[in-house]
Nanobody, 115 residues
Framework: VQLVESGGGLVQPGGSLRLSCAAS????????MSWYRQAPGKERELVAA????????NYADSVKGRYTMSRDNAKNTEYLQMNSLKPEDTAVYYC?????????WGKGTLVTVSS
């Protein structure tokens, strides 16, 4: 199983970024996928999750209305569109899949929201 995040960077408050997570090593279309983030000095937290077919998404209260998670099963890729970014959104963002009873994580992509 391999998960590779991309799309992070430095953005000003109010700006937008789109993260991607390319998956391989398992049948992507069969699994719930999720995004987590970990800010400096804080625990990793769930940001969003999406069902295998993409019909249902759930979001942390802190990002509802600003973030949109989606997936393209033909490309084995999930996305996180982040709008109206705030300084408190600064964190390393990870994608995760639970496969055969184990959690697999990517290495993360850093998002920094600062003026």
């Amino acid at each position: 199983v391999q998960l590779v995040e991309s799309g992070g960077g430095l953005v000003q408050p109010g700006g937008s970024l789109r993260l991607s997570c390319a998956a391989s090593g398992f049948t992507f279309s069969r699994y719930i996928m999720s995004w987590y983030r970990q800010a400096p000095g804080k625990e990793r937290e769930l940001v969003a999750a999406i069902t295998s077919a993409g019909g249902i998404t759930n979001y942390a209260d802190s990002v509802k209305g600003r973030y949109t998670m989606s997936r393209d099963n033909a490309k084995n890729t999930e996305y996180l569109q982040m709008n109206s970014l705030k300084p408190e959104d600064t964190a390393v963002y990870y994608c995760k899949v639970r496969f055969n009873g184990m959690n697999y994580w990517g290495k993360g992509t850093l998002v920094t929201v600062s003026s």
